[in-house]
């Protein structure tokens, strides 16, 4: 088989697994994710928790006996949906599975979304190491284009996304929704500078913060461990039985973990949402997160 029709393929496998995982997120009650608040009336439904009392038909509430029913609407359609993927070594961590199959997944199910809900969709993935950007178009073609790039991506280097969310803000007419896929091991000032460009720009931009459960508890009993060190570059062994050195790490991880708690609340004075997902349930979390935004209108 020619390196051409087995690209083509793991294109199609990945077209298909993900329109499998749209399909099973939509199942049941999800498909009212696709209506919202627009201004266009689709059809009458019966009142579940959490939906605007405002929308209640009670010309038709009238005629169903205990039964409040409401108005569905058609969401806005032709928006602008970038997805944003972190492409750095770090990437490629995981428990049962590491963080970049499950965001390559994650970034074709959104694509197949938008796809049926008739967005333009765009795609980049960075690190100080590469840079590539999709600006964003409809159709197949740009849709194969997407899982094309998703299935050559190496994750390599260091996060780096700050400056190309800036450079990728300001380049965008139109407003746009920015769904950033990255495990937050960043320089998280130059990060939040460029989310902060982004929301100038007047963007809707949602971070899906990729983890493990155990991402910041030191094991017990770990031993001697070998690493790299991330300013000299050089093999360096540590004995963590040692109540001294296992103290001094387990302080590091503290200060780490305190850098993102004040991270995350100063995006949200910029009204930026952090979303945790772990590997297991990232795709439920990104389409989620897409449909629900869409619902709301941005």
């Known amino acids: 088989m020619s390196e051409i029709n087995l690209l083509n393929n793991r294109i199609e496998g990945l077209s298909i697994l993900a329109r499998q995982k749209v399909s099973s997120f939509l199942s049941g009650n999800r498909r009212s994710l696709f209506l919202g608040h627009g201004t266009e009336f689709a059809d009458l439904r019966e009142y579940v928790y959490g939906d605007d009392q405002r929308h209640v038909d009670w010309r038709a509430t009238a005629k169903r006996l205990n039964k409040l029913i409401v108005r569905d609407y058609e969401v806005e359609r032709n928006t602008n949906v970038i997805f944003i993927l972190d492409s750095s070594a770090s990437m490629l961590l995981g428990d049962t599975q590491s963080r ?95 989310l902060r460009i982004s929301k100038g720009f007047n963007h809707e931009v949602k971070v899906m913060q990729f983890s493990n459960r155990n991402e910041f508890v030191l094991p017990e009993n770990l031993g001697k461990v070998k690493f790299i060190h991330p300013i000299t570059k050089k093999m360096v062994q540590v004995n963590l039985s040692d109540p001294i050195s296992s103290g001094l790490y387990s302080f590091e991880i503290e200060k780490d973990k305190n850098k993102l708690k ?10 930026v949402d952090v979303i945790e997902c772990f590997t297991e349930n990232v795709i439920e979390q990104v389409l989620l997160t897409y449909f629900s935004t869409k619902r709301k209108g941005i």
């Open 100 to 194: 970049i199959k499950s965001a390559v997944i994650a970034v074709a199910s959104l694509t197949h979304a938008s796809i049926a809900n008739k967005d333009f969709f765009g795609f980049g993935y960075f690190s100080d190491d590469q840079e590539v950007f999709i600006p964003p178009k409809s159709g197949k073609p740009q849709e194969y284009l997407i899982y094309k790039k998703l299935l050559n991506l190496i994750p390599k280097g260091k996060t780096n996304l700050g400056m190309s969310l800036s450079k990728i803000s300001s380049s965008l007419k139109q407003r746009s929704l920015f769904i950033v896929l990255t495990d937050l091991h960043d320089d998280l000032d130059e990060l939040f500078k460029g």
């Open 262 to 271: 004040d991270f995350k609340r100063k995006l949200r004075g910029i009204d």
